[in-house]
């Protein structure tokens, strides 16, 4: 090929060039222009209209700042009063709707507050999430809060779970006698005394039931959200 000819085919192609339409993306990088994202109808988005107040059960207040429809997730922001400074945590939870009952949730921490220097109680704050399918009415939505819990530190079986499972169980008959005794330089509660009917494993489920590291409710918030 001669050099007039190579010269002409690269006049061409920068003549091309200059008329391909291109745009800059961030940063100065060039892209090819975006198409603008389809967004479905059967997916929508609606704030819920409270229809309960807050609510106190078992000496916890529980009260719902804010419910919504996102998609296929129905979300609600969940607070509650805490009796003391154990991690307590939403412990079961589920939500309503059209005869049907969802028990599947997500729970994220929202915020925490200690108690306050005048005896005011700490707080602490739960984003909870459920499924719903797109063609869900969910003109009437319930959220339930059965029971919050806190999970024992070691250290709090003996100085304050121990009294109150000894006196429950003396309370239903059961002839279970607790004790702290020191393990490895630890305080730790311990089964001393059960019933020969009784096996060693019975008398754990007994002890360590949940009913003991949990406060049930339920509240029970109602909410419309529908667009």
Do not use: H
Request: glycine share 8%; with cysteine.
């Amino acid at each position: 090929m001669g050099t007039r000819s190579a010269i002409a085919i690269l006049a061409l192609v920068v003549v091309i060039l200059a008329c391909t339409p291109i745009s800059p993306g961030p940063g100065g990088v060039l892209t090819e222009p975006s198409a603008t994202p389809f967004i479905a109808e059967s997916y929508p988005t609606a704030e819920g209209a409270l229809l309960s107040p807050n609510q106190v059960v078992s000496g916890i207040e529980v009260r719902v700042d804010r419910a919504w429809l996102e998609g296929k997730q129905v979300y609600a922001d969940v607070c509650y009063s805490l009796p003391d400074t154990s991690d307590w945590t939403i412990w079961k939870a589920k939500m309503r709707y059209e005869g049907v009952e969802v028990l599947e949730y997500g729970a994220t921490l929202i915020s925490l507050s200690e108690p306050g220097p005048d005896g005011q109680p700490g707080q602490r704050c739960d984003r909870l999430e459920f499924y719903v399918p797109p063609d869900a009415e969910l003109t009437l939505v319930s959220i339930t809060v059965d029971a919050i819990a806190a999970y024992p530190r070691e250290e709090d079986y003996c100085t304050i779970y121990m009294p109150k499972i000894q006196q429950i169980l003396n309370e239903r008959g059961v002839a279970i006698t607790l004790a702290c005794n020191d393990v490895n330089g630890t305080p730790t509660m311990q089964i001393v005394g059960k019933p020969d009917t009784m096996s060693q494993e019975e008398a754990e489920k007994l002890v360590y039931s949940d009913e003991f590291f949990s406060i049930t409710g339920p509240w029970e918030f109602s909410f419309d959200l529908t667009k």
